[in-house]
């Protein structure tokens, strides 16, 4: 089952914060996180593990509610170099198989 | 950097034929694996695999077939290409070692006409 982003879509001004969501309708061993810039790859930023483990980035920051098999990915004081596509990635066991969601796309300006 | 490549980076084929898709890795990482990625759409897993000659389908298979033969190589395979098989290709690998994060390749953008 896909999880489910929100937004779709963000326009932020340098220096604002965005919060973007990942649902799932299943219950979930693990949340990743991506970006990826028009025309290349997806780019690892984070994962988060059940039992409230976190590996990635320094300057982004997860949540990972178990609970609600909800994941948010928060922004803060944002840089044009954070424009792209945020995808989240889930597993809902740990067998390495992971689904993700469609994508919020996120623009920075000046 | 991962250590993955794609080969062929572009490709044109014509509908109805065979064409192959190479991964490379030079980490010697256990999971690998191929998506898909259209327009205005995430990635979605064509088929992925969890060793030498362990595979296994993901969510749009149909079509597809692949093979791993060495740990480094994970091969794609369009049996007879369609022009709903035209995308960016991508295949990412995973350490397997309990976090499954996923470093991803370059992509192959393959049309089919």
């Known amino acids: 089952q896909q999880p489910v982003q929100s937004p779709q879509a963000v326009i932020l001004r340098e220096g604002e914060d965005a919060v973007i969501n990942c649902s799932s309708s299943k219950a979930l061993y693990s949340v990743h996180w991506y970006r990826q810039k028009h025309g290349e790859a997806p780019v690892f930023l984070m994962i988060l593990l059940k039992g409230g483990e976190q590996k990635g980035h320094e300057k982004i920051s997860a949540s990972f509610n178990e609970k609600k098999q909800q994941s948010s990915l928060y922004l803060t004081a944002s840089q044009l170099s954070y424009s792209g596509t945020y995808f989240c990635g889930t597993l809902n066991t740990n067998a390495g198989k992971s689904t993700f969601g469609d994508g919020t796309t996120l623009t920075v300006k000046p | 950097d991962a250590g993955i490549t794609q080969s062929p980076r572009h490709k044109v084929t014509e509908t109805g034929t065979p064409v192959t898709l190479r991964c490379h890795q030079t980490e010697n990482h256990r999971y690998m694996y191929w998506y898909r990625q259209d327009p205005g759409h995430g990635l979605r897993l064509i088929h992925y695999s969890y060793g030498v000659k362990d595979t296994d389908k993901g969510e749009v298979s149909d079509g597809y077939s692949v093979s791993r033969s060495k740990t480094e190589d994970f091969l794609l395979t369009l049996e007879s290409a369609t022009s709903s098989q035209t995308s960016v290709y991508f295949c990412?690998?995973?350490?397997?070692?309990?976090?499954?994060?996923?470093?991803f390749g370059p992509g192959t953008r393959l049309t089919v006409t």
């Open positions: 990412a690998i995973s350490t397997g070692q309990g976090a499954y994060e996923q470093y």
